[in-house]
């Protein structure tokens, strides 16, 4: 588990699903649940700021982000070499990672960069790293492992500042914690170092002193925890229980103000305490007391002035005398649950042979104990394991021990009392069974009957009746004694009331075993005299009964003291006799024959159970072989039937596939299809885009076509329009050239009139006067004369009407002259329309172009003929007129003509358009610009299609040419019709 988390409330727990799960401890719900690991989570190290956390396993170590819980890093390492432990330094942004083979390296949280790499020790035995601390302010790193040394780390300097030697009970650290303190600023010296013994030693890190430890003597700590202000200290105790220790009341005398300044010289033997030393001493110690009230009271004991050597640790002190321990012990029944560990030691004077034991338990396992759980259940794993080695190195030292059958009932008490020291628990056993169990293996198989007869003896001599009862019952010594001893009393008595049994046991001579034994008995004599039948004694010696050990241990006190000496056992017994140093005594006390046959039977026995076993092994092989050839038959039908089925459903999956897939095809041929009309489509949507972009690049190239027609029709329109009124202006001088040729012409005409008039006056003047002669010289006598001046007179009126006929015919000339300026001027105002029709619509232009251009020819023709035949009847009446003239003029001349011509000679056609052609150049002109304007009102009109123009100019220069032409022809008609006469 982890907390200090950036949110207070939240806390992560590692399971052993490989998971890591976040929780909030207000609401009790599940915040995050993070995975990743493939093995077991050994260490959660949350970031001082709270918002990192780093999960190591033994293969891999990842850094996660506890706002996100999502994992920024992970440290994948070779299988050869694992992982131990990765944490943050405190105080500071580093990454510490130690691995299995004791590299050290230091990274950058930021970038998991590697700053350093500690170095690796290179002498001495590998240290295998388990446990790491580091002070508060990260200066310090303390590891420790798979040995009883300590290294200490500069990690300022990446230097070992020491190693540190532990006592030589530590054969392996399993845990470092540095005692916190309110004043050192962070730089802890106190060390908690928690060994294999379940022992929690406190040690200062500069003097290698022992401090204090926390223990229990009956259950060992798995793990402890120190609270951050360094006042209370949290174990986890084997047997699962929760304990919680004051640092103040286990400091209280390391915790003692310091020495006053005045020192005392001291003589120069005397021990100087300030030399700091690398071993750490054995003597100052603190182990709890366990009171009746289940308290733990906890009691630094100081150092003696001069140490011992280490080697003597367990002797007794001077005060601590045997003598004295037991009057204590009568005072008060038992010792101190404190002290009693360490007074049982001392009693039973233990030499704690390492060397000898190792050699013993490194035989392994004893084939007689190989099932010992069988036979023996036990609840603990880890307390069937310890009675396991125990007894295995009991049956190496002896081989009586292996043949025992009673020898797990007689250790077990002991094993789980010093399950956490074997050795020790090894070296008491052995003691009580060389001491306490005198005489016991000598009728071995059988129970001893010596050792059983002493208990009947005093039982016989203290309680006669009770012994008759037991006699008279059936009950021998084998149903009330045997059970007590062969168990030492661990079925009948509780855990108190055994350990106040052997404080008795340990102090007093052998024998005081088999006086408890016969006091026991008598102080439940009540309830056994009720009793008759067998099944209720042999229940009763092997349950625990209501007693009180206080009478029955001073009943044993008294049957020592009152027992006489011939039936004492004190007599047969010999004294106590410790192991001896170094090595372990031989152990021989038994009929060795029978310890060797019983061997060589449960050998034999072995080897025709092992034979017993191979052979139904075999047995059971050839069984298994017939069976697994009758299986493998079996299963080869039913292989085969289930392969044909097999084949048939492949082949119904292969129909199946072959459908599915044929109509995939379809599916894919359809989907071919689909994507190929939507690419036929889309190639048709872009072909439209395109060619909807060519139009609208097509438009925008008309539009800028338009735009260009337009503009050059705007600038035709106004050249037009210029032209127009050029027109216009020109049509107006020919206009007033016109007027002024009409007022020529008029007074032309009034001239001619007046000329014609005053020549007919003078004609008819000279004529009244001829025919005033004549009729005189009529009268005088010229009959013909009469007849000539008729003729005259005939010959001038019809000469006057044949000029009012031609001054008729210049009026009707004039009129049709105007008549046909109204007309132009019609064709002007036409032509406008025409042309603001042709820019509304193009075909509608044409078609009118080409209608206005078939009525223009028509019109044309139709006012072409009406002037020819208007000059044919013109000319062949001036001509009808002109001949009676001349006729006339010719016949009333006579030899006059000459004259005549002279005065008329004006007057004639030919001489007339001569002159009017001399006079009148405009007149040509005019009739020219007539019939031009006449023949263009189409053509001239300026369109707004570019394309058309030069067709339209063509055009028109070819109804030009035709009417110019037409005009000549008309022309060169009227001259020749106007000449025909003269002819």
Known sequence: MAFNLRRTTEYLVALADYSIKCFDKDTRQLVSWMRGHAGAVSSVSVHSSGRYAITTSADTAQLWDLDTFQRKRKLNVRQAVGLQKVF??????????????????????????????????????????????????????????????????????????????????????????????????GSSQVLGVLSQEGIMRFISIHSCKLLFEVCRHDDGITSASISPSGRHLVAVMESGALNIYSIQALTRDISRPPAPLVKVVTTPGQADDSNMTARVPSRSVLRPTRTSGHKVQDRASRPPASSLPEHKENEMPDPLNKKRVRALLKTFGEYPARYRMFIWRSLLHLPENCSAFGSLTDKGQHSAFLTLQEHYPVKSARLQRGLQRVLSALAHWSAIFGETEYLPLLAFPFVKLFQNNPLVCFEVIATVIVNWCQHWFEYFPNPPLNVLSMVENVLAHHDKELLQHLVHCGVTSQLYAWPLLETLFSEVLTRDEWLMLFDNVFSNHPAFLLLAVASYVTCSRAPLLLCTRREDFQYFFHHRNNLDMSAVIREAYHLMESTPEEIHPQNLLADFEPLT??????????????????????????????????????????????????????????????????????????????????????????????????????????????????????????????????????????????????????????????????????????????????EAVAWQRHAEEEDQSAYQRMLEGDPNCGLGIRKVLEESLAEAEQLQAEAELRAEVLGRLEQVNGERGRDRHWLAARSAEADASEEQLIEAMKKMESRKWEEVERRTQQEDEAQAASAAEARRGKLGMQTQRERQCGGQGQSLDACWSPCSPRRHEAASQRQAPDAIRLSDWSSTDESVPCESVPFSLDRCRAELDFRERELMQDVQELRRKLAARARADAGTPSL
Not at 139 to 157: N, P, Q, V, Y
Not at 594 to 605: A, L, M, N, T
Not at 642 to 671: F, P, S, V
């Open 88 to 185: 943050f330094l405190p105080r500071s942004n580093t990454i510490l990672s130690c691995f299995s083979d004791d590299t050290i390296f230091a990274w950058e949280s930021d970038t998991l960069y590697c700053k350093y790499q500690l170095p690796t020790p290179g002498e001495g035995p590998k240290m295998g790293y388990r446990a790491f601390a580091v002070t508060r302010d990260g200066r310090i790193l303390a590891t420790g492992g798979r040995s009883s040394l300590l290294h200490l780390w500069c990690l300022e300097s990446q230097q070992l500042l020491r190693a540190v030697q532990m006592p030589a009970q530590v054969r392996t650290v399993r845990q470092l914690e540095f005692l916190p303190d309110s004043f050192d600023g």
């Open 581 to 758: 140093q170094g090595q372990y005594p031989i152990f021989n006390k038994y009929p060795a024959f029978v310890v060797e046959y019983r061997s060589q039977e449960r050998e034999r026995i072995r080897q025709q159970e092992l034979e017993y076993l191979r052979e139904r092994q075999a047995l059971q092989e050839l069984r298994a072989e017939a069976v697994r050839r009758r299986a493998e038959d079996e299963a080869w039908h039913t292989q085969q039937e289930l392969l044909r089925e097999e084949e048939e459903r492949r082949r119904r999956t292969l129909r199946g596939e072959e459908e599915r897939l044929a109509e995939q095809r379809r599916r894919l041929a359809a989907m071919k299809r689909e994507l190929k009309a939507k690419e036929l489509h889309l190639l048709d949507a872009a072909r439209r885009r395109f060619l909807h972009q060519q139009q609208e690049q097509k438009r925008a190239e008309l539009r800028r076509l338009d735009e260009e027609i337009e503009r050059k029709a705007s600038l035709r329109v106004q050249e037009t329009a210029a032209a127009v009124q050029d027109v216009e202006v020109r049509q107006m001088e020919l206009q007033a050239q016109r007027r002024l040729l009409e007022q020529q012409l008029a007074k032309e005409q009034e001239r001619v009139t007046q000329e014609v008039r005053a």
